[in-house]
């Protein structure tokens, strides 16, 4: 394959106050992709991939005639599809760097499989999930995603817990006096999110949820995004991600320092979304930082510790 000449990108801008920059190439990602000299030097610190299911989403919400068609493929062209821009994505990475692929059920064990057989390395199988589904009789309701978590060197990722911590259950809901010593180097009453994620604005972006933009289908929340940014990389790092849809993934990259590069398919929907990179974040970066997010309310306030048995008289 002949080395694509380096061109600049179709939407660029830089941030005021940081200077960092988000590119974006409209077009198809298996072709535009490698037209980032960042792809080429394989420079990427983290990938985050949202891509088409095949379902039949509605991506055409400008009537242009010219989005990405969610029912035109076959099952066979689909996973040939998601296997070539994997593989574009993972050879963009740094020595330190990570992918994050967002995939429902029926995609997700090819994915593993795919990624593993090219050399990457699971970290996580984390699950979105969120409380409302599509309705349906026939079968369980889906109520997850899927958040695929890999990285190139398992001894040499770029690896954040600090600005992911929240409060453990322990201490929210039961009051346990044992999370405030402790010995694993985590702050007291502190721990690393399980692998489970939802609480307070996890949930899925509709009706009149103040993030949601108009046009855009299947738009995931900032928490989400500034969780996996903050996590898997660092001030000054780039970021991509092939599939820009309704651009979280560049709005909070973007505004947390990191270079972000993009592709989109359809130009209208590019457009729009970039204009949300350039306006920020709707929600404060990292909104709830430490917070909770426990299922049940809290049962104890304080636990008193048990006093030790008094010696027996001799």
Known sequence: ????????????????????????????????????????????????ADPPFNWARDYDRHETGDAWDDAAMSRKEYLDFTYAWLDLCAQSLSPTGSMWVNIPDDSAAEIVVHLKSIGLHMVNWCIWHYRFGQNTKGKFINSKVHALYFCKDPNNRTWNSDPILEESDRRAVYGDL???SKKDGMPAGMRVPMDVWYGPYWGRIQGNNKERRAKHDNQLP????????????NPGDTVLDPFLGSGTTGVIAHAMERHFIGTEYSKPNAEMAFERIVDGPVRALGALRGESTAIQEQRVKRRVPRKKPLAANG
């Open 1 to 48: 394959m002949p080395k694509p000449k380096i061109s600049k990108p179709d939407l660029t801008c830089t941030h005021p106050d940081t200077g960092v920059i988000a590119a974006v190439r409209i077009g198809d990602c298996r072709e535009q992709l490698l037209k980032f000299q960042q792809v080429k030097d394989q420079s990427v610190d983290l990938v985050f």
């Open 178 to 180: 044992r999370t405030e």
């Open 222 to 233: 900032e928490l989400y995004l500034h969780r996996v940014i903050a996590c898997s990389s």
